[in-house]
């Protein structure tokens, strides 16, 4: 299955707890229609690069492989591939990803799957490794008659066992000790409203920007 992103303009920020706690308090009192989910990922990027005499321009510089799944059921899982602004995605099963978690990857070539053969490719030509474990919880907000998409990605924590990735108990002991931190995620087609704008400024003033065009706005008392 191929997907388009609906959204040319992403931007991502680091939040405080304090204004994690106003923002997502207030997109609730604004009417935004609200989901959460528990999402652990296993991203792959490639070492090709940094080894002597080897050449990293063969691989796109923007195509990327991870693994996903939800709620703590790794009974399938969604392996997306993302190159150019365009996503694929295709279905695994638990079984096959513990076999590639083990080293196993003629069973990709096996589906006759586009996306499943590129990753084999990639797996094999270009050193694509398990480069790092991410658990946290993200709550989706939309809000009516706005095309836009708004995430809040809390308790994000790391782990570098990638072993671990269809194991939730043992992910938690990976994590056991570090701070989860707190995200802001908007995707959007073509501008932000002013009074999403005026929002983000009132509620959580202590943001901080990590990708995307910065967008301010001065929002005056009436």
Same mark, same amino acid.
């Given at each position: 299955m191929t997907t388009t992103h609906p959204y040319a303009h992403h931007l991502r920020y680091?939040?405080?707890?304090? %204004?994690?706690?106003? +923002?997502?308090?207030? *997109?609730?009192?604004?009417?935004?229609r609200g989901q959460t989910t528990n999402i652990h990922t296993l991203r792959f990027a490639s070492y090709r690069g940094?080894?002597?005499?080897?050449?990293?321009?063969?691989?796109?510089?923007?195509?990327?492989?991870?693994?996903?799944y939800y709620d703590n059921d790794p009974s399938y899982l969604r392996l997306v591939r993302?190159?150019?602004?365009?996503s694929a995605y295709t279905i695994i099963a638990e079984a096959e990803c513990r076999a590639l978690l083990s080293g196993e990857t003629g069973w990709l070539l096996d589906?006759?799957?586009?996306?499943?053969?590129?990753?084999?490719?990639?797996?094999? %030509?270009?050193?694509? +490794?398990?480069?790092? *474990?991410?658990?946290?919880?993200?709550e989706i907000y939309r809000l009516n008659g706005l095309d836009l998409w708004i995430a809040l990605d809390t308790d994000i924590r790391t782990s570098l066992e990638h072993m671990h990735f269809l194991d939730p108990e043992l992910l938690e002991?990976?994590?056991?000790?570090?701070?989860?931190q707190f995200l802001l995620e908007v995707s959007y087609s073509d501008e932000l409203p002013d009074e999403l704008l005026c929002l983000f400024e009132e509620a959580a003033p202590r943001r901080k920007l990590l990708s995307g065009a910065p967008l301010t706005r001065v929002c005056l008392p009436v």
């Open positions: 680091k939040l405080t707890p304090a %204004d994690y706690a106003t +923002l997502r308090s207030r *997109l609730a009192a604004s009417g935004a940094a080894l002597p005499d080897e050449r990293s321009q063969d691989i796109p510089a923007d195509l990327h492989f991870s693994l996903h993302q190159s150019g602004g365009e589906r006759y799957n586009p996306v499943l053969q590129d990753f084999y490719e990639c797996l094999t %030509d270009q050193l694509l +490794l398990p480069q790092v *474990l991410l658990s946290y919880q993200r002991q990976d994590a056991a000790g570090q701070d989860g």
